[in-house]
């Protein structure tokens, strides 16, 4: 395991956290090149995917519906349910089912029984049935690959989207939205999200330490905040390379400079890495992940924020932030 980020550093990155493109299948890591087999060739059996039928019905089917075709969650089967999971080994899906559902009872599936309701889905959605079970241990479904889904043609807009123009600076929107995001990250370290908050004692203030429950109103669990934060931290690269936007001393954003890109490229799989580490509803594989978003942090700061001649607290070097 590598180093952690030290949360004492989290000031370090106040001012600017620099982002990503578009977290476009936030859930798709890359095909290991031992991958072979694909769900085409016979990978459950018609007993298994039954045992994965009755399963549903008890654990799924409020939420994705009695057909698979969704409702409250999304469908598991058709379309939807490819272009979501295509291109991807059934070891994240058997995960995603084991790590966060059912949604108000997660974790209580067993690997088998994960690996059960695969063969169910895999049954809705037309894949032939084979001699043998599928396999519920991680080594066996990572070597088997969902299809990948159909290309499909690009068809001309019949008129332009709305461009919107930059309204905060840099600094703004990173304080908005990336540095609590990425703090709500970070805090992972030393808070276990699954981990019931208990109430401040009356006056403590903040200095009771981080609440899940202050960073989510109560509204929303641990781990669900940390999955939002992730996708929040993914998702903003298209407002950091907003074309005219301005640096907090004037200067603009440097959008078309290759090292801009590139690092906003990082801080992006940062974000893709740290919602997968999520969805473990891992303390310490979400802890790991944050070596990545902070290195994707800490190259862009090099580069462009952290200039000679400032000190912790002094901010007479923002003259020269956004030039390289």
Not at 120 to 139: I, M, N, R, V
Request: glycine share 10%; hydrophobic share 40%.
């Amino acid at each position: 395991m590598h180093t952690r980020f030290n949360r004492s550093h989290l000031f370090t990155f106040r001012l600017a956290l620099v982002v990503s493109g578009a977290a476009a299948g936030l859930l798709s890591p890359s095909v290991h090149a031992q991958q072979t087999r694909t769900a085409n060739a016979g990978v459950y059996t018609d007993a298994q995917a039954s045992r994965g039928r009755d399963l549903y019905r008890q654990q799924c089917a409020l939420c994705h519906g009695e057909t698979l075709g969704g409702g409250l969650a999304p469908p598991l089967s058709g379309s939807g349910f490819i272009a979501a999971w295509g291109a991807q080994p059934l070891w994240e899906l058997a995960r995603k089912i084991r790590s966060t559902m059912p949604e108000n009872d997660p974790g209580k599936l067993t690997p088998s029984q994960a690996a059960d309701l695969v063969a169910y889905l895999l049954q809705a959605g037309k894949f032939a049935s084979g001699p043998t079970d599928l396999g519920a241990d991680e080594k066996a479904l990572n070597a088997i690959v969902l299809p990948a889904p159909p290309t499909q043609a690009i068809m001309p807009a019949a008129s332009a989207a709305p461009t919107f123009p930059a309204m905060g600076n840099l600094a703004q929107v990173m304080r908005g939205i990336l540095f609590p995001s990425s703090n709500i990250i970070f805090n992972v370290q030393t808070n276990d999200p699954s981990t019931p908050v208990k109430p401040a004692p009356a006056g403590a203030g903040t200095s009771a330490g981080f609440s899940w429950v202050d960073w989510g109103a109560g509204i929303y669990k641990g781990w669900e905040i940390v999955d939002n934060a992730a996708v929040s931290v993914a998702e903003s690269a298209p407002l950091m390379l907003t074309p005219g936007r301005r640096c907090e001393n004037g200067r603009p954003v440097p959008v078309d400079r290759p090292d801009w890109i590139k690092f906003s490229q990082e801080l992006a799989e940062a974000g893709r890495a740290a919602y997968k580490a999520s969805q473990t509803r891992s303390q310490e594989a979400v802890s790991d992940a944050t070596n990545q978003l902070a290195d994707a942090c800490l190259h862009c700061h090099m580069m462009y924020r952290d200039k000679p001649g400032g000190k912790t607290g002094d901010p007479s070097n923002k003259a020269g932030r956004c030039a390289p």
